[in-house]
């Protein structure tokens, strides 16, 4: 299989702004001019949000019967079908026709979607705008349709600035996430790739003057959002024999041409000199060999101390001489989504021009069983000078983790968040729902528990208390590199902090949110925007 480097190009969607003129909307002649002008836009669909307020009891309500006007009674028709009745996220599509036409209707559509009942002074809340806008943006992908014209006033109602940033935001990640395909970036690889572009592939936000501004920045904000996650995405759907610790290098030093990241990989010698004998013990079992990644993106001043995220990038996971059971172990090419998601978001920061440092760091390697892996009751000794006993190969990747977060020490960082596809026990604690969050630094726990709800990429926080550091002890050396069954997440996670005590620490296990199984398997490219909403946050 030819191994060819990661391409950052073509984008699969582009995000544009309109500005209309300042409207008043509760002038019906400013209404009237403003969607006169609106749907005189070359368009495959015009998005509006309408609420059951506004469509009426028997006759329509201001905006719609404006609209109605201009669309030839197509509303009024539809209303008294019963395809219309304004219910949250419910969807009606109207296609033009000639009468459209003449009276100067550019777009080719019309798509309503409903708000519910919100009344007139009502903001919608972020979980049912998000609800509403991925109905839409489904309705859009997939078919004929190549672009649309999404009204931000008509889904913002009376948001405020910092409100309807995160509503655009959320707008144009939902919009990425529903036009992803994979294979689309891959035109050199050997190997057919299934999918297609989606047809759909351009978003333009339309909003009047006074909102512009917000909406200018939230676009710009999504889109290099959605580059990122389709960054992360690929690299986790792609097979573990093309993405391999090597491959991942390369993609990193790919980045330095795109980009003004920069790029920094230890060699195998610089990893022995620098006493990493846990990670190395880990990479010892493959005939890959292992890569050290480090990228920085500096934003900020030179004497600023940077965030550091760290990311797991076991590139497969076999369980090592522990081996794992046959079922579903495919699923293991997606034990490097947290060093995936990681280079998505240093992608992201470039993409934002984020005036701040911020350094990703990735240990990668594979865990196969081999001649010369590692054994159950080997001893290890860590770059902290900790000795480890290895008593399952399969729990890796604190291994890897753990002088990769002693090796970040250097940077003096404000903060470190290590992202790891780390316990099967925290998908049975936390399914697909929520990343579990690891941490003793009540600003980082807010600030990412925000940053969660900001993105619908959301974590929830777990216990790191003394007491499970007792699981983790060792007959033979000063720690075991398991706790036995109980609260698994929670004693990998503690085996962690061990190696964390230098710094500020979150620890992110997303073994759930990483990735879907089952007919839609596929990467996720969580936890990217929850990373950048913090930082965007900062
Ligand atoms: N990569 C796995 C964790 C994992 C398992 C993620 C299933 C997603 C789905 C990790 O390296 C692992 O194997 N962990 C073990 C730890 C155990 C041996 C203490 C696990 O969770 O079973
Ligand atoms: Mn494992
Ligand atoms: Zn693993």
């Known amino acids: 299989m030819e191994k060819t480097t990661y391409s950052l190009i073509p984008m699969q969607i582009q995000f544009s702004t309109k500005i209309l003129p300042e409207t008043d909307f509760a002038s019906a002649q400013h209404i009237k001019l403003a969607l006169s002008s609106l749907a005189s836009q070359t368009s495959d669909c015009l998005i509006l949000g309408y609420t059951k307020n506004e469509l009426g009891k028997k006759t329509l309500g201001s905006p719609l019967v404006e609209l109605d006007a201009l669309l030839n009674g197509a ?3 539809a209303k008294a079908a019963g395809d219309l009745d304004g219910k949250e996220a419910s969807i009606c599509l109207l296609r033009a026709d000639d009468a459209w036409q003449k009276k100067g209707v550019k777009v080719k559509r019309v798509l309503l979607v409903g708000l519910g009942d919100l009344g007139v002074k009502d ?3 972020l979980t049912s705008f998000a609800k509403i806008a991925k109905v839409a943006f489904k309705a859009l992908s997939g078919g004929a349709m190549h672009s649309a014209l999404w009204f931000v006033p008509s889904f913002a109602r009376h948001a405020d600035a910092d409100m309807l940033l995160k509503q655009v935001r959320l707008a144009a990640q939902l919009a990425g996430e529903q036009t992803y395909r994979f294979g689309v970036r891959q035109p050199a690889m050997k190997f057919k790739v299934k999918d297609l572009a989606d047809p759909f592939h351009q978003l333009v936000f339309a909003t009047v003057k006074s909102s ?3 909406v200018q920045l939230a676009v710009q904000q999504g889109a290099a959002l959605v580059e990122g996650m389709n960054l992360a995405k690929d690299l986790g759907n792609l097979p573990p024999n093309v993405c391999t610790p090597s491959y991942l290098a390369k ?20 990893m022995e000199a620098l006493g990493m004998g846990s990670f190395l013990s880990v990479a010892q079992g493959s005939e890959a060999p292992p890569q050290f990644i480090i990228i920085r993106h500096s934003g900020g001043k030179a004497s600023e101390s940077p965030m550091v ?47 701040q440092n911020v350094i990703g760091v990735i240990p990668t390697c594979e865990n196969m069983p081999s001649g010369r892996a590692t054994r159950p009751g080997d001893i290890v000794k860590s ?12 729990a890796e990747g604190r291994l890897i983790l753990c002088d990769a977060l002693t090796y970040v020490e250097r940077f003096k960082p404000k903060a470190v968040i290590d992202i790891a596809t780390l316990t099967g026990a925290c998908v049975i604690a936390l399914g697909a729902v929520h990343s579990g969050m690891f941490s003793d630094d009540a600003g980082l726990v807010d600030a990412l528990t925000e940053a969660g709800h900001d993105s619908l990429d959301t974590v929830w926080r777990m216990p790191l208390d003394a007491a499970y550091q007792e699981q983790l002890k060792s007959n033979f050396a000063d720690v075991a590199n398991i706790g036995g069954r109980p609260a698994g997440s929670v004693t990998a996670a503690c085996f962690l902090k061990r190696f964390t005590e230098k710094y500020k620490w979150a620890h992110l296990d997303i073994a759930g949110t990483a990735w879907k199984g089952g007919a839609a398997k596929g990467s996720t490219g969580r936890p990217v925007p929850l990373l950048v909403n913090f930082l965007l946050a900062q």
Do not use: W
């Open 75 to 77: 509303i009024a028709r």
């Open 251 to 270: 993609t990193a030093q790919g980045l330095v041409k795109q980009t003004k990241l920069k790029v920094e990989l230890l060699t195998r010698k610089q």
């Open 383 to 394: 770059m902290s000078g900790q000795t480890i006993e290895i008593l399952n190969t399969d």
């Open 123 to 125: 903001n919608l809340a």
């Open 309 to 355: 995220f760290v990311g797991k990038g076991i590139t497969f996971d076999t369980g090592g001489i522990s081996l794992k059971p046959g079922e579903a172990m495919d699923e293991m090419k997606y034990d490097m989504c947290g060093a995936a998601s990681v280079m998505g978001t240093m992608l992201s920061c470039d993409l934002l021009g984020l005036k």
């Open 212 to 214: 512009s501004k917000a």
